[in-house]
């Protein structure tokens, strides 16, 4: 029997940690959560700095960071990979065969976005480039630009199964009852 994989997708502040975290505790899955494993690098290091400019990290710098977290892994959540089109499409060939894929596509317009990350600054919960605005807008438009791509196409990729989630009412918890009825 295969392990479950569980991509959570969606824009900045749509909740994808939040709900992660909230599956984790329920259904006791494995996390990999990409930005914390690249926000704990270094911030002389290459990768941190690429970061700190708001822009997405290679592909090649990615890839053996996601296969040594998912080798080892059983059930799982990803949570920030894929966010291109070469990530989605190398996940699912690499990893079809061995996890039965889920992407729960959170679906948030971005004025909800911003409002969320404004909120969680307000509320001491920040990230250090959330309080940027312009790494913010940076940051958005390559969700728009270059993650929404990877999404459209595994709304259709073979061996996946695709929700998409309306996660816009202002109490979680509706929200994430919605996602576990997706996931259902």
């Known amino acids: 029997m295969k392990s479950k994989m569980i991509l959570m997708m969606g824009g900045q502040g749509v909740g994808k940690g939040t709900h992660a975290r909230r599956l984790i505790a329920r259904d ?5 959560e990409t930005g914390a494993i690249l926000r704990g690098l270094p911030p002389e290091s290459p990768v941190a700095q690429i970061m700190a400019r708001g822009e997405l990290v290679p592909d090649a710098d990615l890839f053996d960071v996601i296969a040594a977290e998912l080798d080892k892994s059983g059930d799982v959540i990803l949570d920030g990979f ?21 992407v729960i596509y ?11 990350i404004e909120k969680r600054i307000r509320e001491g919960g920040g990230r250090a480039d959330d309080a940027d605005a312009a790494i ?49």
């Open 106 to 116: 959170m679906d948030v317009p971005e004025d909800i976005m911003l409002a969320r």
């Open 82 to 102: 894929p966010r291109t089109l070469g990530q989605a499409q190398w996940l699912v060939q690499k990893y079809v065969d061995k996890f039965d894929i889920r």
């Open 28 to 32: 006791g899955y494995g996390y990999v």
């Open 136 to 184: 913010v807008r940076r940051r958005l438009d390559a969700f728009w630009k270059t993650t929404m791509p990877a999404i459209e196409w595994l709304r259709n990729a073979p061996g996946v199964k695709f929700a998409d989630v309306d996660v816009t009412n202002e109490n979680p918890d509706v929200n994430f009852e919605r996602i576990s009825a997706a996931l259902s």
